[in-house]
């Protein structure tokens, strides 16, 4: 019986250490989502830039003349 109760106590302390990682786990997946969310919504805000000085860019007329 003591054999037992030694047994089950490792298991005990194992599936709580296995508790322990799976929460540091998921903090670490919270932290990475909140960074990689940032970074998306960065890389967006310049997409827009980019598309709205593109919508409104002319490019300069070229100066052809050539009797200079």
Not at 2 to 23: L, P
Not at 48 to 63: E, F, G, H, M, V
Request: charged letters at 30%.
């Amino acid at each position: 019986m003591t054999q037992i109760r030694v047994i089950n106590d490792e298991i005990v302390c194992m599936a709580n250490h296995v508790v322990q990682i799976d929460e540091h786990a998921h903090a670490r997946l919270d932290t990475i989502k909140q960074k990689t969310g940032a970074e998306l919504r960065s890389i967006e805000r310049g997409r827009r830039a980019l598309r709205q000085y593109a919508s409104t860019y002319t490019p300069p007329k070229p100066d052809l003349d050539v009797t200079g």
